[in-house]
């Protein structure tokens, strides 16, 4: 019987850990992301499977990579299932180690760098702050397409006082904003938005909750892109300031 190891790639070539890339060269077949740094793939031998999803389509669903992962352990292969980010955040591990399982088949999980450490190093901010944030919250913005008003408790997560990261929350942004107001967060509550973070095309924009929520439509983020909103990231946007590196305040995105 073939092994179903699990790897986070972080979101660029150099992110992914040397036990990452290990467990990549012993591997038989690759199934990666559409997010994968492609880079990674030029440095292994195996047979390499793209399952990318594309947002809000039906290309490669979950159950056709779930069929391809028990086809390949049932034929004694190894199998990398390749992720980027870190595989435990959002990317239904859960179900995937179900079917190996359900095979009979050993798993391996071998962590990554989330996209929230990568941005929050990118833009040289803490997501936690003693006596103003004292925890992170990660939700994901993909939810928010069911119904927006019961698919989290928004009370509460004003309530917490904690930086809140979203994750896939493109297309639905602009009313998770909005809820996040109307449930009483401040509506000077800095946001910071990374699209393409560590890859061509990166943009970062701060701006605060009001103004995000008012002016959402003229930024044109696209995916991929991560939402962090708090009190703790105010610091940020004057580090990056004086240090020259990129950044936009209540303009759209630049490069």
Not at 129 to 141: D, E, L
Not at 213 to 233: H, M, Q, T, W
């Amino acid at each position: 019987m073939g092994k179903l190891i699990l790897i986070g790639a972080g979101n660029s070539s150099d992110l992914i850990t040397l036990r990452g890339l290990d467990r990549l060269k012993k591997a038989d077949v690759i199934l990666y992301d559409r997010l994968i740094d492609i880079a990674i793939l030029e440095k292994v031998s195996g047979s390499k499977i793209n399952v990318g999803k594309i947002p809000y389509e039906n290309r490669h669903n979950q159950k056709y990579i779930n069929q391809l992962i028990r086809k390949y352990l049932l034929m004694d292969f190894n199998v990398a299932r390749l992720k980027s980010g870190d595989v435990s955040i959002f990317s239904r591990a859960a179900e995937e180690i179900e079917t190996a399982e359900n095979c009979g088949a050993a798993v391996e999980i071998v962590p990554g760098i989330t996209t929230a450490s990568t941005f929050s190093a990118k833009i040289k901010a803490s997501l936690t702050k003693r006596n103003v944030s004292p925890g992170v919250v990660f939700i994901t913005g993909h939810k928010c397409s069911e119904d927006i008003d019961n698919c989290y408790n928004w009370k509460a997560l004003v309530e917490l006082g904690m930086t809140i990261a979203v994750y896939m929350g493109v297309k639905n942004m602009k009313y998770i904003a909005a809820r996040l107001i109307e449930h009483g967060l401040s509506a000077d509550t800095p946001v910071v938005v990374g699209e393409n973070i560590e890859n061509k095309g990166e943009r970062i924009l701060f701006d605060s909750l009001s103004s995000f929520c008012e002016n959402f439509g003229s930024y044109d983020i696209s995916f991929p892109a991560i939402v962090f909103i708090g009190k703790a990231l105010s610091p940020a946007e004057s580090t990056l300031k004086s240090s020259g590196d990129v950044f936009s305040s209540a303009e759209p995105l630049l490069a």
